[in-house]
């Protein structure tokens, strides 16, 4: 049940392009919504190679003109819709503090832009929304600032169609259930996606195995996560694809099933181990073109 989703917002329109997903969401699931800014103080670089030293005038000032912004924004927002809103404004590092108060607040659900950075930039500069898919405590919906939001028609749900690749772990099965309570109240379509290793084909093809990798995947893997899951207003489809770059058969399977969003399980990974070793999730969110949701591991990080 989705009762309470937090936006993290900064002043910026690319920060707020979040609320384009959240607004219809929230009069899906009849939730609050809880617009947040969390300022840190500034320390301006001082000329001459001296230290960076903070300029308290400077930070009241930009202080203030942030909480006036949220509370605009807020105030902006509930002439919007008919579910509350409402704006917290808080001081401190930002990612702790925002893992912080979604804890505090009990939130089901953090919507998030995200700059789509990747990368050598990504790992030098860091972002809110890559601290948030590392450390939050609930799933965060990242949606890409810089693309255009899809027009809807008003009280309409904004995703009807998702894709969640799953690979046989129950970590991942995770993001199933996450995804299942997210589509709840509108007639929609799930998709579940299983990549199969060429190698693992390979095996298959040569043990006594009746049918081929596919259909034994679907028939003994996908097909009981569908009735399990099973529920009137819920389409559910298959398909088992065979390829190495999972993270590529996944974009085109979103395309080819007219994803609107991918639910992925988060792997815990971070700093310098994901900048090396990768992820097929990191992957999906820095490249995918609809939002993609980031559902954390129950396990302590």
Do not use: C
């Not at 893992?99 to 990368?119: F, Y």
Request: glycine fraction near 6%.
């Amino acid at each position: 049940m989705i009762s309470t989703i937090l936006v993290p917002v900064d002043g910026s329109k690319l920060a707020e392009r979040a609320l384009a997903v959240a607004i219809p969401l929230a009069e899906q699931h009849d939730a609050r919504l809880v617009v947040t800014l969390v300022h840190e103080p500034i320390l301006p670089l001082v000329s001459g190679g001296g230290a960076p030293v903070r300029d308290p005038a400077l930070d009241e000032r930009h202080r203030a003109e942030q909480e006036a912004s949220v509370m605009k924004l807020a105030q902006r927002t509930r002439k919007l819709t008919r579910v509350p809103v409402e704006a917290v404004f808080a001081h401190g590092r930002i990612v702790p503090t925002l893992v912080a108060q979604a804890a505090a607040m009990q939130a089901s659900l953090i919507v998030a832009s995200t700059h789509g950075r990747g990368g050598i930039q990504r790992f030098w500069l860091g972002s809110v929304a890559d601290g948030l898919v590392r450390h939050a405590p609930v799933p965060v919906l990242l949606v890409r600032g810089n693309r255009p939001a899809a027009k809807r028609v008003v009280g309409t749900a904004p995703f009807t169609r998702a894709l969640v690749p799953l690979d046989g772990s129950p970590r991942a099965e995770e993001a199933l259930t996450a995804v299942s309570a997210l589509l709840r109240g509108a007639p929609s379509r799930l998709t579940l996606l299983h990549v199969v290793h060429p190698m693992t084909a390979v095996a298959a093809a040569a043990s006594d195995l009746a049918h081929g990798p596919e259909q034994e995947v679907a028939t003994q893997y996908l097909e009981p996560l569908a009735r399990r899951f099973a529920r009137e207003q819920l389409d559910i489809r298959l398909d088992v694809r065979v390829d190495a770059n999972v993270s590529r058969v996944v974009l085109e399977a979103a395309e080819t099933h007219s994803a609107e969003l991918i639910a992925i399980a988060g792997q815990g990974m971070s700093g310098l181990q994901r900048f090396v070793v990768g992820s097929v999730a990191d992957k999906l969110i820095r490249t995918a073109a609809v939002p993609v949701l980031v559902v954390p591991p129950h396990e302590p990080r």
